[in-house]
């Protein structure tokens, strides 16, 4: 079904500042750290993003109730939700330029209500394409590396059960969660744990379960995973995650300590596994233990 498409861009001039022509994306310029070496190295025409209307998934459903979800009675309303939809847009028209393609993952940023997972004296920057402090000196991830990451996981396939590690906030977990069947995200400071599970109490998301632990022992109780989301970067990617991929599972990390690569590791047999390194980024450390 895909009917009552609109095609992008948005006549969003008010909130972007100008709107684009179809069919001529160049990767926007952008600033932050996370995004740089991708943009420097790409050179590929992208096609515009289709307003995902109705998100072509098996959890469409789900991402038409994310969407609509109204906030818990103790969240106070907030005088932006009424234009946040359309700056969610404009945020997600951004990413298509920088080269996020797929129209699922795509949908799903659309869908999640970023600005509910910020604090609200920070709620006016909640879709610029930026990380932003979440407390305990970690960050929510830039919406650009949030898609591109999913998307480089997911590759056009069926995630039916996948792990993320780094719930911080919550916002890339309820992401995943329209793009897969089942998702696990492990966070380690409890207080960061409690902020997700309050930020995503109210979207009521049946698909998502949320633990507190040392993500880099997984989570052996629910593998193996077709999918694992590394949201801080080790130095390498602990070998307990390997081994909890199914075959031909694919894990996204970023690498490295000042100087950091997203890396893409496929497991191709039972002793087997095929490293990738992708572009340029910048994470919050991962961490061992739990705090
Ligand atoms: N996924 C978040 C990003 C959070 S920042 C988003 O949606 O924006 C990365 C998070 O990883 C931090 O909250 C940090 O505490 C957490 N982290 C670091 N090491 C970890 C570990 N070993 N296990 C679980 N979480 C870890």
């Not at 100008?18 to 932050?32: F, I, L």
């Not at 379960?209 to 801080?232: E, K, S, T």
Request: with cysteine.
């Amino acid at each position: 079904m895909k009917d009552k498409r609109s095609t992008f861009p948005l006549p969003l001039s008010s909130v972007t500042g100008g709107a684009a022509k179809p069919g001529a994306y160049a990767p926007a310029k952008v600033a932050t750290p996370q995004t740089a070496t991708r943009n420097a190295a790409h050179t590929t025409v992208i096609k515009p993003y289709v307003a995902p209307a109705r998100v072509a998934s098996p959890s469409k459903s789900h991402s038409d109730a994310l969407a609509r979800a109204q906030p818990a009675p103790q969240q106070t309303p907030r005088a932006d939700l009424m234009v946040s939809d359309a700056i969610r847009r404009a945020m997600v028209v951004r990413v298509a330029r920088q080269g996020v393609q797929d129209q699922l993952v795509l949908g799903a940023l659309e869908a999640v209500p970023r600005h509910r997972f910020i604090d609200e004296a920070l709620s006016a920057q909640a879709y610029i394409d930026a990380s932003l402090p979440i407390g305990h000196n970690q960050t929510i991830s830039q919406p650009y590396i949030v898609g591109r990451m999913i998307e480089v996981m997911r590759n056009g396939g069926q995630l039916a059960n996948v792990l993320e590690i780094g719930t911080g906030c919550g916002y890339q977990a309820a992401v995943l969660s329209c793009v897969a069947r089942q998702v696990y995200s492990i966070e380690r400071i409890k207080a960061l744990h409690e902020l997700a599970k309050n930020n995503l109490r109210a979207l009521r998301i049946p698909n998502l379960r949320l633990h507190f632990g040392d993500g880099m022992l997984g989570l052996p109780q629910a593998a193996p995973f077709d999918g694992i989301i590394l949201a801080a970067a080790g130095l390498e990617v602990p070998q307990a995650l390997l081994e909890q991929l199914t075959i031909g599972g694919r894990l996204v990390a970023p690498v490295g300590a000042r100087v950091q690569h997203l890396q893409l590791i496929t497991r191709t047999g039972k002793s087997e596994w095929l490293h990738e390194t992708l572009e340029g980024c910048h994470f919050v450390p991962l961490r061992p233990g739990t705090v």
